[in-house]
């Protein structure tokens, strides 16, 4: 049973002219072209979708598909997003937002998205920082063997968790030094576990890409080989394709 089409994503015209990818429920990707706009999409075999592991990166890799296939202007779209016909989103999308969707396009043309993810030992990085930071060392070395008030611990315990967050800081800022000047834009997002301590991401042009790649590996031989980075050259610019970012570029 169909329950509509679901939707990946939306290219300008032309768009794909042959796809030959396997979406969802092992549907057979297609493309709809409509008020000049061509959306990416196979049917629906559910009414709602569970954002699981296996759905959000099978809704991920038909847009990198796509992209691999040389269609690299693309609006990725929200996982989960079924509709039960194309006047539906004529009505609510491009109807209202025809005009900003094309300034998107135009704003997204010859630039792709990747995105860098920083993860440390923070037992291993505090050893590290006592060891360059004297006067914070010898303060709690100090107090190792003395019966600690409350107030003490406290104090001593806010004490390393300022110079930790401190270097942690540094740390960022070395990355965004060395990656900023290579991007038309750039989005810091949250951080998934607490070994993370920095995940960003990066609008660059598709020419830069090599470069930036060096650079992270730099990056990499400066702290280093102690941190773990995780680098994603290739991804859909879910952080960069936002009609709200219109308005500060």
């Known amino acids: 049973m169909d329950y509509g089409?679901?939707?990946?994503?939306?290219?300008?015209?032309?768009?794909?002219?042959?796809?030959?990818?396997?979406?969802?429920?092992?549907?057979?990707?297609?493309?709809?072209?409509?008020?000049?706009?061509?959306?990416?999409?196979?049917?629906?075999?559910?009414?709602?979708?569970?954002?699981?592991?296996?759905?959000?990166?099978?809704?991920?890799?038909?847009l990198e598909q796509a992209m691999e296939a040389g269609y690299r202007t693309l609006l990725p779209?929200?996982?989960?997003?079924?509709?039960?016909?194309?006047?539906?989103?004529?009505?609510?999308?491009?109807?209202?937002?025809?005009?900003?969707?094309h300034q998107l396009f135009a704003y997204l043309a010859g630039r792709r998205e990747v995105g860098v993810k920083v993860f440390w030992d923070s037992e291993a990085e505090l050893k590290l920082l006592l060891e360059h930071n004297l006067p914070l060392r010898e303060q709690r070395d100090a107090l190792a063997n003395q019966n600690l008030s409350m107030d003490q611990v406290i104090i001593i315990g806010q004490a390393i968790e300022q110079a930790l967050g401190d270097w942690q800081e540094k740390i960022i800022t070395a990355f965004e030094a060395a990656l900023a000047p290579l991007a038309v834009a750039t989005a810091e997002n949250e951080l998934l576990t607490n070994a993370m301590i920095y995940n960003g991401a990066y609008l660059i042009p598709w020419e830069a890409e090599p470069e930036f790649s060096d650079r992270v590996e730099a990056l990499d031989r400066e702290f280093d080989q102690r941190l773990r980075i995780r680098y994603n050259n290739f991804t859909a610019p879910y952080n960069f394709a936002r009609l709200e970012l219109l308005e500060t570029n």
């Open 5 to 62: 089409f679901y939707l990946y994503g939306i290219f300008p015209t032309p768009g794909p002219r042959q796809i030959t990818v396997q979406g969802l429920d092992q549907q057979p990707v297609k493309t709809y072209t409509l008020d000049g706009f061509v959306f990416l999409y196979s049917l629906a075999q559910q009414e709602n979708y569970l954002a699981s592991r296996r759905n959000l990166l099978g809704h991920e890799k038909v």
């Open 77 to 101: 779209l929200q996982f989960g997003l079924v509709i039960s016909d194309w006047q539906l989103v004529q009505q609510q999308l491009i109807g209202p937002h025809q005009e900003q969707l």
